[in-house]
């Protein structure tokens, strides 16, 4: 065993275009000068935040371990009314978490992602309220009760729903909170503040310095709390950002194009569909009733025309077998890819192309393929048995799981990534 714990810090939407800022502040220097790292951190498609952190904790992709969205798909839905991948029943394949347990070793989950109801020693997952929900109780159902009731009361002041800063913060409290009492074998903790800051303001945002000393602060309480606990010799510290973002100029409902040719319809007042696009934000996946081969025909003809014209900001279709080589869903025939400055939504209404810039709005958003130039996310690794200061050249999602389990002296077997060998002393 290279380290008695690991501590995953999921830093959300920590891409290359952060590194030359970040690495210049004091605690992720530290963390650098004593480990290794890669700005050249594949996703995968798409890089959709429950997609990706569900392949980081199986070391497979989204074709085995059946998170292809951050959603089921819910057609007509409202996007704050839609469920979510909450629950670890939708992982197909085993975790590192359970791998981790099954060797009589303790784990840990803060507001990580499709960890409902997991196997998880002390789990306070992340799961939203739908309308007429209590969130409370549905995140104490979904996770241990009497571990995040005494978070709760500790530190729940500190918090505002799902406002940021607070949410972070009070992730990062109940962390520092969880390695001192808990110390356990694996901690996997997920902080959302930079995603949430580049969706509603862009990439590019004076508020993205802002957040990225914070975050710095937040891990400098992570590592002081290591070193309180007495295990700063036994632990591994991995920092690992999920996806990038892109600022969107235009945002394009597809489906209106669809509903045009009667693939989305009314019948009795109810909204029906034989073809349907669900968004990734970056993408769209297309839906085709089973069997309906005329309705794919017609969607994919549909497509190809709009791809021809400038306004839709469609950048590519993959086929099935294109798809294969990225390890999408089997379900899914074709996809569609946006252009950068382009993002793909579900709703019906007008007007088809949406112009942010004529209406002052900035925005960004992910999704895209794991492939567009400079989309890379960022890797660190640091602590005991790991080379310091060294960097590393591309790495995948997948690798993930793989080498926390050989930090941990655990098999993952099956994984579609390997073990970063070459980070270790």
Not at 223 to 230: D, F, L, P, Q, Y
Request: net charge negative.
């Amino acid at each position: 065993m290279l380290a008695k714990h690991v501590i995953l810090i999921s830093y959300d939407a920590f891409s290359e275009e952060n590194w030359e800022r970040a690495k210049t502040l004091p605690n992720m220097a530290k963390l650098i000068k004593a480990g290794s790292y890669s700005t050249k951190l594949r996703s995968v498609y798409p890089t959709l935040t429950y997609t990706v952190h569900t392949t980081m904790v199986t070391g497979v992709y989204p074709d085995k371990h059946g998170v292809f969205h951050n959603n089921p798909l819910q057609p007509f839905v409202k996007e704050k009314e839609q469920e979510w991948f909450w629950y670890r029943k939708a992982i197909k394949v085993p975790t590192i978490y359970e791998a981790v347990r099954q060797n009589k070793m303790s784990t840990a989950g803060l507001l990580w992602p499709v960890s409902g109801k997991a196997d998880i020693n002390y789990n306070l997952p992340e799961v939203h309220a739908l309308p007429n929900e209590n969130l409370g109780l549905k995140v104490l159902r979904s996770g241990s009760p009497l571990f995040g009731i005494g978070l709760e009361l500790k530190y729940g002041r500190y918090r505002k729903g799902i406002q940021q800063p607070y949410l972070d913060d009070f992730t990062t409290l109940c962390a520092t909170d969880t390695i001192k009492r808990k110390k356990p074998n694996l901690l996997l903790m997920h902080l959302i503040n930079l995603d949430d800051i580049k969706h509603s303001l862009g990439t590019d945002s004076v508020e993205v310095e802002a957040t990225l000393l914070r975050m710095d602060q937040r891990l400098g309480k992570i590592m002081e709390a290591v070193g309180e606990a007495g295990i700063q010799e036994d632990t591994v510290i991995l920092v690992v950002g999920d996806h990038g973002q892109f600022n969107v100029d235009y945002k394009v409902r597809l489906n209106k194009l669809l509903q045009e040719q009667g693939l989305i319809y009314t019948e009795k007042g109810e909204m029906k569909w034989r073809a349907y696009l669900q968004s990734t934000g970056g993408a769209a996946y297309l839906h085709v009733k089973e069997g309906d081969e005329e309705a794919e025909k017609i969607a994919i003809t549909t497509l190809q025309a709009a791809m021809a014209k400038e306004q839709y900001g469609i950048e590519r279709i993959f086929s099935r077998q294109e798809l294969d080589g990225l390890h999408v869903e089997g379900s899914i025939n074709t996809m569609v890819e946006a252009k950068v400055g382009y993002s793909f939504e579900d709703i019906l209404e007008d007007p088809i192309l949406l112009d942010l810039r004529e209406n002052n709005i900035k925005y960004a958003t992910h999704g895209y393929s794991p492939d567009k130039k400079n989309y890379r996310c960022v890797f660190v690794a640091s602590g005991p048995g790991i080379k310091d200061d060294y960097l590393l050249g591309d790495i995948e999602m997948v690798d993930i799981a793989p080498t926390i389990g050989r930090i941990l002296r655990v098999g993952m077997k099956n994984c579609d990534g390997r073990v970063l060998e070459e980070i270790f002393a």
